[in-house]
């Protein structure tokens, strides 16, 4: 079975936010796309400079560091990384981050964070069971809408965690991926059957 992950706030509902300039227009972490060291390919399509300058946005001292972070550029803990590689996913490429205040003072919590690019974008939607506006042209949508998510578990092809191609910013995992993380306590990460969760 596979789940839907995703970040959430903490129990006082406080979340720390961020901002993240593009260092080439067209740049996307979200499309599954292995980046190059081709340096005749298009500058976005080429790995990004090192390390990704990330902000912190309109600080509180009581919002939480993230462990999984998907916008304005998807980050994830060095300890969640490490659980994931253990846990058998091997799609998944890091880069070292640099996350600044906004009095541009690096946070020395910048050492315990990857910016991640997941690879494959997997179309698994089971459209038959999935509950989505008819009017939907599925086949050229990467942004699709859905009051509840079905998964034909058979077009995953055994992927451990993967984003969905009709549906770019969701992430699945599969339950054994999700029961490694809960395992090892990762906090602010919640897991939700495809059928209860809703995309807009």
């Given at each position: 079975?596979?789940?839907?992950?995703?970040?959430?706030?903490?129990?006082?509902?406080?979340?720390m936010s961020?901002?993240?300039?593009?260092?080439?227009?067209?740049?996307?972490?979200?499309?599954?796309?292995?980046?190059?060291?081709?340096?005749?390919?298009?500058?976005?399509?080429?790995?990004?400079?090192?390390?990704?300058?990330?902000?912190?946005?309109?600080?509180?001292?009581?919002?939480?560091?993230?462990?999984?972070?998907?916008?304005?550029?998807?980050?994830?803990?060095?300890?969640?990384?490490?659980?994931?590689?253990?846990?058998?996913?091997n799609n998944?490429?890091?880069?070292?981050?640099?996350?600044?205040?906004?009095?541009?003072?690096?946070?020395?919590?910048?050492?315990?964070?990857?910016?991640?690019?997941?690879?494959?974008?997997?179309?698994?939607?089971?459209?038959?069971?999935?509950?989505y506006d008819?009017?939907?042209?599925?086949?050229?949508?990467?942004?699709?809408?859905?009051?509840?998510?079905?998964?034909?578990?058979?077009?995953?092809?055994?992927?451990?965690?993967?984003?969905?191609?009709?549906?770019?910013?969701?992430?699945?995992?599969?339950?054994?991926?999700?029961?490694?993380?809960?395992?090892?306590?990762?906090?602010?990460?919640?897991?939700?059957?495809?059928?209860?969760?809703?995309?807009?």
């Amino acid at each position: 079975m596979y789940y839907v992950i995703t970040s959430v706030s903490n129990d006082a509902g406080y979340k720390m936010s961020f901002s993240y300039q593009l260092d080439f227009r067209g740049r996307s972490f979200i499309r599954g796309i292995k980046f190059t060291n081709d340096p005749n390919e298009l500058s976005h399509l080429q790995h990004p400079q090192k390390p990704i300058q990330v902000k912190i946005s309109n600080p509180d001292d009581r919002d939480p560091w993230p462990t999984f972070e998907e916008v304005p550029v998807p980050f994830l803990s060095k300890h969640m990384y490490e659980v994931l590689l253990a846990a058998g996913v091997n799609n998944i490429d890091v880069y070292p981050v640099e996350i600044s205040h906004p009095d541009g003072t690096i946070a020395p919590e910048s050492d315990n964070y990857f910016v991640f690019n997941l690879l494959g974008a997997v179309a698994a939607v089971d459209l038959a069971k999935t509950v989505y506006d008819p009017n939907t042209q599925v086949a050229s949508m990467i942004s699709m809408s859905f009051d509840s998510l079905a998964v034909d578990e058979s077009k995953a092809h055994g992927h451990l965690m993967f984003r969905l191609a009709e549906s770019l910013t969701t992430i699945l995992v599969h339950e054994s991926v999700k029961a490694a993380l809960e395992k090892a306590n990762i906090p602010l990460i919640e897991f939700y059957e495809p059928e209860y969760y809703a995309a807009l």
